[in-house]
T-cell receptor, first 109, second 115 residues
């Protein structure tokens, strides 16, 4: 089993659609979870952390399911500017972070 | 704003050459990291450092070494470049925060091609 696994996509959705990505992780001791966004030919940047109770930031909602060891990202009312690759990131121990290979999203007019 | 800079955006080297990739951060972060990113594989950790003169191997350290002589600077060295080291190399830094929230800030990346 891969340490951090994501559906690579691509997800092609129309503007205004709702889209959800899942990510599974294999280390049951992981404590910190994040979603990063990476635009084409750019560096990854933090989109949001994922908290146990779930958290929302505008159109973005992140959920954590510890029992099943997965996290999710929901994007509502997709914008053209949401087109990017979304990376799931899980801490392995202390400062060691493991990255998923990313899910590519394209939002079309 | 945190700034992480890398010495080159694009680099072309020949097999067997020694290659130096430099990374500098301006936020007094304790942690610094070197990753490579390849299609379908995501980011893989090569080496990281918690402090000056300290280094720890990541997942794929073979063929690489690192140097951290100053807190703000973390160098990645390819002792003898090979074609399978053609990749995008990303440097990152973060505060030392244990298992707490520890966002990593990335540099713009260096695309290295080894011919």
């Amino acid at each position: 089993r891969k340490e951090v696994e994501q559906d690579p996509g691509p997800f092609n959705v129309p503007e205004g659609a709702t889209v959800a990505f899942n990510c599974t992780y294999s280390n049951s001791a992981s404590q910190s979870f994040f979603w990063y966004r990476q635009d084409c030919r750019k560096e990854p940047k933090l989109l949001m952390s994922v908290y146990s109770s779930g958290n929302e930031d505008g159109r973005f909602t992140a959920q954590l399911n510890r029992a099943s060891q997965y996290i999710s990202l929901l994007i509502r009312d997709s914008k053209l500017s949401d087109s990017a690759t979304y990376l799931c990131v899980v801490n392995w121990d202390n400062n060691d972070m493991r990255f998923g290979a990313g899910t590519r999203l394209t939002v079309k007019p | 704003d945190v700034k992480v800079t890398q010495s080159s955006r694009y680099l072309v080297k020949r097999t067997g050459e020694k290659v130096f990739l430099e990374c500098v951060q301006d936020m007094d972060h304790e942690n610094m990291f070197w990753y490579r990113q390849d299609p379908g594989l995501g980011l893989r950790l090569i080496y990281f450092s918690y402090d000056v003169k300290m280094k720890e191997k990541g997942d794929i350290p073979e063929g690489y070494s690192v140097s951290r002589e100053k807190k703000e600077r973390f160098s990645l060295i390819l002792e003898s470049a090979s074609t399978n080291q053609t990749s995008m190399y990303l440097c990152a830094s973060s505060f030392l925060a244990g298992i707490a929230y520890n966002e990593q800030f990335f540099g713009p990346g260096t695309r290295l091609t080894v011919l």
